[in-house]
T-cell receptor, first 111, second 114 residues
Framework: GNSVTQMEGPVTLSEEAFLTINCTYT??????LFWYVQYPGEGLQLLLK?????DKGSNKGFEATYRKETTSFHLEKGSVQVSDSAVYFC??????????FGTGTRLQVTL | NAGVTQTPKFRVLKTGQSMTLLCAQD?????MYWYRQDPGMGLRLIHY???????AKGEVPDGYNVSRLKKQNFLLGLESAAPSQTSVYFC?????????????FGPGTRLTVT
């Protein structure tokens, strides 16, 4: 079946530091890949997406590239802010658009 | 548009009690989903529906039942609550006509079973 593995957290960074959160996946076919973000006390929001190999999703300074050869979709941001503190989930779609999620990575950004 | 709404936001149950969580969406989406979120485990799919009157099991369906009598509503029932069902429950919806099949999530229901 489908599965998503993402790096354990928490990740603690100083403001303006570079962020990488690793995500790898196992899936049949050609899934779409997503990063969702969850701010404290809220539901999940779509951060970015990519639907085919070599696509780059981007939003709010975050980027991730769909790498089929390494089955990866790593999340990056060049300069994080305190407001980026949240939990980040990597996910992929299966049949009936069902999402398979990674376990989530908590990011804490300090001044 | 309100998007996806969930009722209630919080609930405390005693073991063996029953309850129903309500999810409503006003985006005319065909697909709806119930997930549970537990620490260190991400979100896991409980049940889902691909249209009015249809439901299917997800990854962790035991102890839950669902119904989709109207397109806009998706109900999650716990017939006899157990402490293992203490969790945060999220509802989501999407349209199969969408280009990217983005799922829209509700704000969650925090359930504690004592």
């Amino acid at each position: 079946g489908n599965s998503v593995t993402q790096m354990e957290g928490p990740v603690t960074l100083s403001e303006e530091a570079f962020l990488t959160i690793n995500c790898t996946y196992t899936a049949t076919g050609y899934p779409s890949l997503f990063w969702y973000v969850q701010y404290p006390g809220e539901g999940l929001q779509l951060l970015l997406k990519a639907t085919k190999a070599d696509d780059k999703g981007s939003n709010k300074g975050f980027e991730a590239t769909y790498r089929k050869e390494t089955t990866s979709f790593h999340l990056e941001k060049g300069s994080v802010q305190v407001s980026d503190s949240a939990v980040y989930f990597c996910a992929l779609t299966g049949t009936a658009s069902k999402l398979t999620f990674g376990t989530g990575t908590r990011l804490q950004v300090t001044l | 548009n309100a998007g996806v709404t969930q009722t209630p936001k919080f609930r405390v149950l005693k073991t063996g009690q029953s309850m129903t969580l309500l999810c409503a969406q006003d985006m005319n989406h065909e697909y709806m989903y119930w997930y549970r979120q537990d620490p260190g485990m991400g979100l896991r799919l409980i049940h889902y529906s691909v249209g009015e009157g249809t439901t299917a099991k997800g990854e962790v369906p035991d102890g839950y039942n669902v119904s989709r009598l109207k397109k806009q509503n998706f109900l999650l029932g716990l017939e006899s609550a157990a402490p293992s069902q203490t969790s945060v429950y999220f509802c989501a919806s999407t349209s199969f006509r969408g280009l990217f099949l983005e799922q829209y999530f509700g704000p969650g229901t925090r359930l504690t079973v004592t």
